[in-house]
């Protein structure tokens, strides 16, 4: 190969997850006995080992699985302390609520730049070592135009996937005029942070927003060039599904508890389903239905929703072994949804595929294929990790 940037080769791949049918077999496109060439920062051939062009530099897999670097669609960074009493107390059988979100706000409020920086770096790294390469990282605990469009600034200087959620609760400061608040978030707030963000989110939920405020502020963010993306149906039955796919959101996150209207829409409308089995498993609910979405012929993403209150995980890794056991997914749906299935959440075809022309984001397993990701639960199977081509 005759390229101006050397060129690597992973050779000996036992197997090779492409996410691209036409490569390989099955929905994975999977490739045994692979071989993947790297130039720069994309990918430029795959196919099997034996047939792999001359490169400058040389890795081998050693009989190990590669996928694509997970692709999560969903975290909350950008905040400061943490809720260890409240996961304490939930433990000891208190409900999970809206409310706790305030403890997180005023730590967040009270945190200088540099703390915050440093929390997101912390957080961005351990889900890279976990073999996260695309994370998408929302705003919500600042709730004033000034603290929101400082979280989105922080976070846009970790991923290019920054969410503006200032409808997460209502600002404390409000509680007695919602209103007002809806008023805020899409006026003077959305004018700050509208420049700052690619995502708007509301989290439609009782004790959060309803669907009316919920639909006026998705809609005044489209109205800024905003995507919307919804918290929707997390804690109970509601509008949020629906709304998300009649605004033509890209993702409807959580998806716990669903009607069978809700699920239609979504088998219809172009809007992902974005499981998030890390909140069920730390607020000791039941877990969303992923075989129904699925066999309803939804598309499905997951991700771990890294925040300190409902979900205090950046593993990948654990929210497929999860998916597997205790939402009826198989382990090659769950790793699709986990990267395929992020990237569309994100409406992304740069990530999530290892196929010619992809960016080179790519997690190397100790283990011969992705599914010991579910058979092997709790173990740290990501062994090295590809961002953009460079071995991190
Ligand atoms: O996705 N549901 C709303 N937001 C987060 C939780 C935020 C928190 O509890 O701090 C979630 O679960
Ligand atoms: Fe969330």
Redesign the pocket.
């Known amino acids: 190969m005759t390229t101006a940037t050397p060129t690597t080769a992973i050779t000996d791949i036992a197997t090779l997850v492409t996410n691209d049918p036409s490569l390989g077999e099955g929905p994975l496109g999977l490739i045994r006995d692979a071989a993947v060439v790297i130039d720069g920062d994309h990918i430029a051939w795959v196919g099997e080992s034996s047939r792999a062009p001359a490169t400058d530099n040389r890795v081998d897999a050693g009989g190990r699985a590669v996928i694509p670097g997970f692709v999560d669609s969903?975290s909350?960074l950008v905040?400061a302390g943490d809720?260890t009493e409240?996961f304490n107390a939930r433990m000891s059988g208190r409900p999970?609520s809206?409310g706790?979100?305030r403890?997180?706000v005023a730590a967040t409020r009270a945190a200088s730049n540099n703390v915050l920086h440093a929390n997101v770096g912390r957080y961005v790294a351990e889900a890279r070592r976990q073999g996260t390469t695309t994370v998408e990282i929302?705003s919500?605990?600042g709730l004033t135009s000034q603290d929101e469009a400082r979280a989105l600034t922080i976070a846009g200087a970790h991923t290019d996937e920054v969410t503006f959620?200032g409808a997460?609760?209502v600002a404390p400061e409000f509680a007695d005029d919602p209103a007002g608040y809806v008023e805020l978030v899409t006026g003077p707030m959305l004018d700050a942070c509208a420049p700052h963000a690619r995502w708007i989110d509301v989290?439609c939920?009782q004790g959060?927003f309803d669907g009316d405020q919920a639909r006026t502020i998705l809609t005044a963010g489209k109205e800024r060039g905003l995507i919307p993306r919804v918290?929707a149906n997390?804690?109970s039955y509601g509008p949020g599904v629906r709304l998300a796919v009649e605004l033509g959101a890209a993702s409807a996150?959580?998806c716990t508890h669903l009607t069978e209207a809700d699920v239609d829409a979504l088998a219809q409308g172009e809007t992902v389903a974005t499981l998030?089995p890390g909140?069920e498993f730390s607020?000791r609910s039941t877990y969303p239905d992923a075989r129904r979405l699925l066999d309803a012929g939804v598309t499905v993403a997951l991700s771990p929703?890294c925040?300190?209150?409902?979900?205090f995980t950046s593993s990948m890794p654990f929210c497929v072994a999860l998916a597997v056991r205790e939402m009826g997914m198989t382990p090659d749906e769950a790793v699709w949804a986990a990267t395929a299935g992020g990237a569309r959440a994100l409406r992304r075809t740069d990530v999530g595929r290892v196929s010619p022309g992809a960016r080179a984001d790519l997690a190397l397993l100790d283990a011969p294929s992705h599914v010991h990701l579910a058979y092997r639960p709790g173990v740290p199977l990501v062994s090295a990790v590809w961002h953009g081509g460079t071995l991190i």
Do not use: C, V, W
């Not at 925040?307 to 979900?311: A, D, L, R």
């Open positions: 969903h909350h905040f809720r409240e999970y809206a706790g979100i403890t997180t929302k919500g605990y959620l997460h609760i989290f939920e959060a918290h997390q804690l996150d959580h998030l909140a607020t929703d925040n300190p209150g409902s979900s």
